[in-house]
């Protein structure tokens, strides 16, 4: 089992904006300003589960893809392990690449429908310069095993397996490099019930044997009170309310999140809205 600190903090975000530009209408334009980030600030330790929960729209995906420096800022601060984010070099970017991986939501649009799982796997292993051919079939080998599937998996296509094996399959793919935070979309959204456990049990088991860090998203606060040590709730570009579990659970402060927790179907407590 991998050691860790675990109040190290990993990934600090200070001050985030990101706004949106639409524009509507065929003869007569509007344009629409979205501020899709509003001063978010957050912090994930070593080890540690932060889970970001919000409505559809309130800036999670967003936040996840400036993270991952998919999408540039207008305006905020991040660091790594300490590190500013803004003055890294070729190297540095590339290091971040590497450590921080994504889970997407969609198992099916995720994965390269003409690659074999091997190359799928490989192709990380390739583009960050990890071991030699020997080294990355035995890492290969080792990772599919450890997602639950088998190595003769790695001879087939995407469209041989099921939605809960496809998402083995991207969890495989973004851990093989052997990423420090992985950020996880919405991971379970788009599978079954039944099969939405075992994805998430696979994760759980996965952090500890391996140490990660994980920014959990999702809608669903039945899901993430499972997942999760902290929580930030999310709505309208900020983050409304952050805290432990025990906290947000069983003392919400913000309208919004008894909100949220009072719409959990099965619910029968119902927290005071004012
Ligand atoms: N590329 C884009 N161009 C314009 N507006 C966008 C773009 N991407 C997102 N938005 C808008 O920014 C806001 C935040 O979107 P985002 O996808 O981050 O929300 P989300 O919390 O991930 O929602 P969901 O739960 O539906 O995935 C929304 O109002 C969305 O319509
Ligand atoms: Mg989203």
Same mark, same amino acid.
């Given at each position: ?5 675990? =109040? ?17 209408? #065929? ?10 980030? =509003? ?64 889970? #997407? ?28 051919? #020997? ?126 927790? =009072? ?7 119902? #927290?005071?809205?004012?």
């Amino acid at each position: 089992m991998a050691k860790i600190n675990k =109040n190290a903090v990993l990934l600090e975000a200070k001050g985030l904006y990101k706004t949106y530009t639409q524009t509507s209408g #065929f003869f007569v334009k509007k344009q629409r300003v979205i501020k899709a980030l =509003n001063n978010v600030s957050l912090s994930i330790k070593k080890g540690e589960t932060l889970a970001i929960v919000g409505e559809s729209g309130s800036g999670k995906s967003t936040l996840a893809r400036c993270l991952l420096q998919l999408l540039s800022l207008d305006q905020g601060e991040l660091f790594f392990k300490g590190k500013n984010l803004n003055s890294l070099d070729v190297e540095g970017k590339k290091y971040l690449k590497r450590h921080i991986q994504m889970v #997407f939501q969609d198992p099916y649009a995720s994965l390269n429908p003409r690659m074999k799982i091997s190359e799928i796997l490989e192709e990380g292993l390739l583009i960050h310069d990890l071991g030699d051919k #020997f080294s990355r079939d035995k890492k290969m080998r080792d990772m599919i095993k450890k997602v639950g599937l088998e190595v003769s998996d790695l001879n087939k296509y995407p469209h041989q397996f099921s939605g809960g094996q496809r998402q083995r399959i991207g969890i495989a793919r973004a851990l093989i490099v052997e990423p420090e935070l992985v950020i996880c979309d919405e991971p379970v959204s788009a599978l079954d019930v039944s099969i939405q456990a075992q994805i998430l049990l696979l994760l759980k088991e996965l952090q500890k044997e391996l140490g990660l860090s994980y920014l959990f998203i999702s809608h669903d606060l039945r899901v993430v009170r499972h997942m999760a040590d902290s929580i930030a709730v999310m709505h309208q570009g900020k983050i409304v309310e952050q805290g432990s579990i025990k906290g947000i659970y069983e003392k919400p402060k913000a309208n919004y999140t008894r909100e949220l927790l =009072n719409a959990i179907p099965g619910n029968h407590f119902k #927290f005071k809205v004012s």
